[in-house]
């Protein structure tokens, strides 16, 4: 994709035109790079199954509330999300210790092991497209992401 779209010649918009531009393209190119890899392990969690995974594999059991609270979604999204993993053997529920009338959720042995496939293959996947890349480079690129992440988080829980 060209920079064609930065209509002004101050060099911040051209260079932020050119962020959102890039930004677009990762995404389309992300989500169609892990629809035609062919490896199963990309395949056996959905994103949202993945992300709820890997939040609760890192932070420990949580209800609904904390977790949607969180990953800044709706409770009730995370709340279909959640009964469909449950379903599937992903995840587990059991009484809140703090209040008694609600519940945590936490993974399972299954939903762990599912969510390390995907984490794997997905790490060996980034492996082979950055192979070329330096180690500072890679590292560069995880610490802008990082405040990419960041940055459009605190913007996502000030609204």
Known sequence: MSDDHATGTDPDE????????????LMRLVEATRRATGTAEHRVLDRAAYVILRHLSAAG??????????????????????????????????PDPADGRGTVISPTAAGLQRMAAVQAARTRLYGDLLADWTGDDRDTLATMLRRLNEALETRSRRR
């Not at 035109?17 to 677009?24: L, S």
């Not at 949607?68 to 053997?89: E, F, I, K, P, Y």
């Open 14 to 25: 051209i260079t932020l035109g050119r962020i959102e531009t890039e930004v677009a393209l």
């Open 61 to 94: 059991p949580q209800n609904v509330s904390a977790l949607a609270a969180r990953l800044n979604l709706d409770g009730s999204t995370v709340t279909r999300q959640v009964s469909a993993m449950q379903r599937d053997g992903l995840i587990a529920r059991a």
